[in-house]
């Protein structure tokens, strides 16, 4: 039997993740090990191997089948593009992608006007405003505290993931505009779903009962 091999965000979701696999019986106990240098961890009982990369690779680590599964945000999917499957919403770490800024900008918005947009996913805010709202803005690729360019003139809104909002009001802005609801997704190499198609759909099949009974 060959390996089923998953690629796992690092950080709060990988945790997350494996908590929901350990539901199911799906388990990884040397991943737990907090001081392990190791790079691939292995199951060899139920035939499985996990690894963690950084959130915006592992829809190309899917794509490309060097994981048959990936567990990763939905933002990420919507702003790598890449060709795969997404098989299931796990509601994992549920946000949204907004369209924020000072009040004063919702007329800019409301009239199409052009206008500057700062983001750390240009690929979202380029769909948004030129497929959805058809309007034509200047979009400015951040890194950082994306909430500091309207703040100091860099961008009249920004595009980015809301959890509560708090940070936007203490900095004197506001969500103008959902764009979409976010959580972390199940998603599935292409090959890999025909290939080893009765180990996946028993594995989604587990968890989706799962979650449906912890409703």
């Known amino acids: 039997m060959r390996y089923l091999t998953f690629a796992l965000a690092k950080g709060r979701l990988?945790?997350?993740s494996l908590d929901l696999l350990e539901k199911i019986g799906i388990t990884c106990e040397e991943m737990r090990d907090k001081s392990s240098r190791k790079l691939i961890f292995t199951n060899e009982e139920l035939g499985m191997r996990f690894f963690l990369a950084k959130a915006s690779d592992v829809p190309t680590y899917v794509e490309y089948g060097a994981a048959d599964i990936g567990v990763v945000g939905k933002d990420t999917i919507l702003e790598?593009?890449?060709?795969?499957?997404?098989?299931?919403?796990?509601?994992?770490?549920?946000?949204?992608?907004?369209v924020c800024g000072p009040k004063k900008a919702e007329e800019l918005l409301k009239h199409h006007e052009r206008i500057r947009v700062a983001t750390k996913y240009p690929a979202i805010a380029k769909d948004y405003f030129y497929n959805k709202k058809h309007q034509t803005v200047e979009i400015i690729k951040l890194n950082g505290s994306i909430e500091l360019a309207p703040i100091v003139g860099l961008s009249e809104v920004i595009v980015d993931i809301v959890e509560t909002g708090t940070t936007l009001k203490e900095n004197g802005l506001a969500v103008l505009e959902e764009i979409c609801p976010l959580s972390a997704r199940m998603v599935v190499n292409q090959v890999s779903m025909k290939r080893e198609n009765d180990r996946i759909t028993r594995l989604i099949h587990d968890l989706r009962n799962y979650l449906q009974s912890a409703d």
């Not at 790598?80 to 907004?98: D, H, I, Q, W």
């Open 14 to 16: 990988a945790e997350q």
């Open 80 to 98: 790598e593009g890449r060709k795969l499957y997404e098989v299931m919403n796990l509601g994992l770490g549920s946000c949204r992608m907004c």
